[in-house]
């Protein structure tokens, strides 16, 4: 493996140590009791707000509408997301130090994979919160469901829920990007 390759994947795996520090999604909330909106953030290992209070006030929503609340520490996902992105991390700077080109070639697929498996479990997460209402809500309107976009703003009922890959989610993708390059490099220079 070049220099320059071994180089773009150590770049690729220390930018991907940003995603600790930054939200990978954001819905947004938007309705005429709440003009400037309620937030919910993604992280890699937490779902906050975007105040104090927005979590609370949207599960308190979501409960007359028969949403399930949504609580951070019963979610499975964000606690393997850290690992992902720690091995991805580690593996990719590995990767640099062995210089090995299959093994970099691995560690794209296995980033690609990933992410593709993160956007449908998330689309399914989403499906699951806004499609399996509990019967007893308090608000009940038939065949209407509240699965936000995956990407994208629609409106529900009154109010108008966005949705936006967030700081992270670009940080995620800027490292995938440079290990493609790398990894193209690398086949072009074999050539």
Known sequence: MSAVSRGLI?????ILIGV???????????????????RMYIW??????????????????????????????EIIEIKIMPFLFGFLTLAGLAIA???NRKLLFA???????????????????EYDYGHNLDPKAPIKIPGMAYQPPLIGCKMLLNMKA????SKG???????????????????LRKK
């Open 20 to 38: 600790f520090f930054f939200p990978l999604w954001e819905i947004t909330l938007i309705a005429p009791q709440y003009p400037e909106g309620l």
């Open 169 to 187: 989610a670009y940080i995620a993708v800027a490292s995938m990007v440079i290990g493609i390059v790398a990894t193209a490099f690398e086949v």
């Open 107 to 125: 560690w794209v697929v296995l980033f690609i994979v990933l992410g593709v498996v993160g956007l449908v479990d998330f689309y399914l997460w």
């Open 10 to 14: 150590a770049l690729a795996s220390l």
């Open 44 to 73: 890699v290992n937490n779902i906050t707000g975007g105040t104090p209070h927005d979590l609370y006030n949207i599960n308190l929503l979501n409960h007359y509408i028969g949403m399930k609340p949504i609580k951070p520490e």
């Open 162 to 165: 966005c949705s936006f890959p």
């Open 97 to 99: 130090v062995l210089g």
